[in-house]
Nanobody, 121 residues
């Protein structure tokens, strides 16, 4: 099996910084795109940031200039560095990855369980 496990959420004041990370483990052949989604209270889940296996990144307009996505291919991890946080960034943050498991030659989409980020004074 393959698992994605997030860590690093918490409570932070407006203007503060937080880093969330996600580790993929299990029977992994390769990992393609890795992404971060978020879902705020009463809102739909939205794509925040994405990174290819080659390191090409894409950020939502609402977080450009404040968030940075990075990955460590050797460790099968992806991180989201969040700076200048705003109350509207409050959400559950979910890791998402397209993983080719050892028993297949085709990528399968996996999700983490989510980690809560709360921006409040």
């Amino acid at each position: 099996q393959v698992q994605l496990v997030e860590s690093g959420g918490g409570l932070v004041q407006p203007g503060g910084s937080l880093r969330v990370s996600c580790a993929a483990s299990g029977r992994i052949r390769s990992i393609n795109d890795m992404r971060w989604y978020r879902q705020g209270p009463g809102k739909q889940r939205e794509l925040v940031a994405a990174i290819t296996s080659g390191g090409t990144t894409n950020l939502a307009d609402s977080v450009k200039g404040r968030f940075t996505i990075s990955r460590d291919n050797a460790k099968n991890t992806v991180s989201l560095q969040m700076n200048s946080l705003k109350p509207e960034d409050t959400a559950a943050y979910y890791c998402n990855a397209y993983v080719t498991p050892t028993w297949s030659f085709f990528p399968v989409e996996y999700w983490g369980q989510g980690t809560q980020v709360t921006v409040s004074s």
